[in-house]
T-cell receptor
Framework: AQSVTQLDSQVPVFEEAPVELRCNYSSSVSVYLFWYVQYPNQGLQLLLKYLSGSTLVKGINGFEAEFNKSQTSFHLRKPSVHISDTAEYFCAVSDSGGSNYKLTFGKGTLLTVNP | DAEITQSPRHKITETGRQVTLACHQTWNHNNMFWYRQDLGHGLRLIHYSYGVQDTNKGEVSDGYSVSRSNTEDLPLTLESAASSQTSVYFC?????????????????FGEGSWLTVV
């Protein structure tokens, strides 16, 4: 079985500052990794995903993430955040085996961008 | 546009009552999921289905049931609502595997149903 740990429950930053949201995973098999964003009172929206190939993945809204197999990490980054990026961010994992149809989520990181 | 809709969006019910949350998707997706979201726990999988007449238990299935009689719908039933089931419930769907063998495949989420059990 796989699991996901999001190391920070809350991350406050100022507008136009860079941000990194950390995610580590645990699995006995190869994994596929995802970041979702949830704006207040809304459902989850896919930001980006790593399936294979280049370890640097670019997503929507200027976000990117890097898959690091040796450190079992998939940290999300943005070089300059906006007020509108305030949301909760979830890291999720799907394994390469028979459970490849569903996701296991981390507990989420609340990103608050202050003016 | 194809979409996934949940109803009701907000509901208050009493302890012990049976409650059903509806989920309807128009993508013709085979896979459907119910998650609950709680502060400090993120999203946890309640039940899921890979097709008509198929249902499976997730990690927090006690007190919940689902049935899949057609492709479009996966209603979630709380047999006897408890205060511990106060939560936000999300339905989701996908067409197949999440890996590169079906590139572009992803899980889509509904807007959520806020359930309060008093």
């Amino acid at each position: 079985a796989q699991s996901v740990t999001q190391l920070d429950s809350q991350v406050p930053v100022f507008e136009e500052a860079p941000v990194e949201l950390r995610c580590n995973y645990s699995s006995s098999v190869s994994v596929y990794l995802f970041w979702y964003v949830q704006y207040p009172n809304q459902g989850l929206q896919l930001l980006l995903k790593y399936l294979s190939g280049s370890t640097l993945v670019k997503g929507i809204n200027g976000f990117e993430a890097e898959f690091n197999k040796s450190q079992t990490s998939f940290h999300l980054r943005k070089p300059s955040v906006h007020i509108s990026d305030t949301a909760e961010y979830f890291c999720a994992v799907s394994d390469s085996g028979g459970s490849n149809y569903k996701l296991t989520f981390g507990k989420g990181t609340l990103l608050t961008v202050n003016p | 546009d194809a979409e996934i809709t949940q109803s009701p969006r907000h509901k208050i019910t009493e302890t012990g009552r049976q409650v059903t949350l509806a989920c309807h998707q128009t993508w013709n997706h085979n896979n459907m999921f119910w998650y609950r979201q709680d502060l400090g726990h993120g999203l946890r999988l309640i039940h899921y289905s890979y097709g008509v007449q198929d249902t499976n238990k997730g990690e927090v299935s006690d007190g919940y049931s689902v049935s899949r009689s057609n492709t479009e719908d996966l209603p979630l039933t709380l047999e006897s609502a408890a205060s511990s089931q106060t939560s936000v419930y999300f339905c989701a769907s996908s067409s197949g595997r999440l890996d590169g063998r079906s590139s572009g495949n992803t899980i889509y989420f509904g807007e959520g149903s806020w359930l309060t059990v008093v």
